[in-house]
């Protein structure tokens, strides 16, 4: 553990995290790593099962996202959290990988898998309801109180204004944004070609995120908000966890975490 980050103790065995109704997103138990298949990360009850179902906790869930927080300062001590999932289709299995990381060393300073069975069918927009159960469980498992929570996919920048990000932060309370590899169904012009530069990823005139360049020559990211965190601190936030590469660190660390497990199975 690098100095300066408290542990928190563990949680006891399905307390609660985040009381939304109608779901009980209950803690799990305690671990830092898990076999590849774990049915506490199954999902809750009253967990959507249909697309109609799915559509109408969006709409609910749509109006507790903060979007009038700056977030946490980039440069400022920062626990920073990747989360991404991998799935096993033969098993119908999905993997969830939590990788917190010192934002200023970018040090791996924990990691956490949880797996379930896949609790939703693949529909476009609603890959959150796939995917939830068994990132909350892996974060949960974590011993680190995770400041900013990176998710590889979308947060205001979905069709419904309710992605994964935006999700995961109305379950934990967490400040989060989402960092996708591909624009979804939204327009941009290129940004310039230096790292940094950055252009409007735009729906009609409506601003969802920003295509983000983090490395020069290199295909631009696209960043959008989550919960509790503005699009200003969002893009310089990636841009402090990208210093290499395309993809900020916590993206490739959660994605070879998520690998691992698979293959370990």
Partial sequence: MAPGYARRPPPPHRAPIAPVPPFTCGRVRWAVMIPPRDDSAAPPPGWPVTE???????????????????GPEPGAPLVAVGVDVAYDDARDLVVAAAVALDAGTLEVLEEATAAGPVAFPYVPGLLAFREVPAVLAALERLTVTPGLVVCDGYGLAHPRRFGLASHLGVLTGLPTIGVAKTPFVFAYDAPGPRRGDSAPLLDGAEEVGRALRTQEGVKPVFVSVGHRVDLDRACA???RLAPRYRLPETTRAADSLCRRALAAG
């Fill in 52 to 70: 109609a179902g799915a559509l109408a906790v969006q709409d609910r869930l749509r109006d507790r996202v903060v979007l009038d927080e700056p």
């Fill in 237 to 239: 936030h990636v841009l």
